[in-house]
């Protein structure tokens, strides 16, 4: 599914990877973990071909990013800063993602109504994004990006906003990716979420001075 060797990246005179190699084979689940300022987002801009590594590689599904424009078709982000629009409704959010992706116009409706209903979030669909609470646009960002039905699920920190039963919800819908065949990398700080997954990669490391 995913397989990225030797990633550095450095930025500052930081050397924030150093050397990474990730593998998440189909049907698996990944927890990145680490201290605030370990990496973790870094890395998964990386592995969603949001940043290019100064070195290393990274293969999904057998073809090399190249590019680091954005993430590639059947590839879904959920950014720590959720990459929401304030100014319109948590269901057009999801709508002008699915446009984008090439789903036919008649359809995004239903299909965001959905997404949001998956997370519990059925009530809130006409709401604006800047109306909505932090956990509430949390679960919004999950839903735009399951949505998109990836085959493979990269999120950061998804979870952090939420209490017990949205979280349940949530980190529910966000396995059943890998229970389908697919992949799913999870930034998180949470061990409970990371015991859940098949593996984990912790990134704890002094971050250096490059030289
Ligand atoms: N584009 C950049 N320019 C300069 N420094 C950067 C850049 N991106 C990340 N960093 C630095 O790299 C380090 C790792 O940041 P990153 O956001 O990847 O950490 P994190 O593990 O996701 O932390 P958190 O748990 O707080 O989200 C930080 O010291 C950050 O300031
Ligand atoms: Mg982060």
């Keep these: 599914m995913l397989n ?10 930081q050397q924030i990877l150093d050397g990474i190699d ?3 084979e189909a049907g698996q689940s990944l927890a990145v973990m680490g201290p605030s ?4 987002t870094s890395l998964l801009a990386i592995l969603s071909g949001l940043s290019e590594p100064d070195t290393g590689e990274v293969w999904i599904e057998g073809t090399r990013l190249t590019g680091f424009a954005g993430p590639r078709l059947g590839v879904s982000v959920v950014l720590q800063g959720y990459g929401l629009v304030s100014l319109l409704t948590a269901a057009e959010n999801i709508e002008v993602a ?5 789903h036919p116009a008649r359809e995004v409706g239903i299909a965001a109504r959905r ?7 059925e009530v809130h669909a006409d ?4 109306e909505l609470s932090g956990g509430q646009q949390q679960r919004t960002a999950v839903a735009r990006a399951l949505a998109l039905r990836p085959r493979l699920l990269i999120a950061d920190e998804p979870t952090a906003e939420l209490d017990a ?8 819908r966000m396995f059943e990716v890998p229970e389908g065949g697919g992949g799913l990398i999870l930034a998180t700080h949470d061990p409970e ?4 997954c098949d593996r984990m990669l912790d990134l704890s490391h002094e971050i250096a001075p490059v030289g």
């Design 4 to 13: 990225a060797t030797g990633l550095r990246y450095e930025r500052d005179g």
């Design 22 to 24: 990730v593998q998440v």
């Design 37 to 40: 300022g370990s990496g973790k």
């Design 98 to 102: 699915l446009r984008a992706a090439g």
């Design 115 to 121: 997404a949001l209903d998956l997370v519990g979030l």
């Design 127 to 130: 709401q604006l994004v800047e």
């Design 165 to 172: 039963v949205a979280r349940g919800l949530t980190l529910a």
């Design 193 to 196: 979420v990371a015991e859940r």
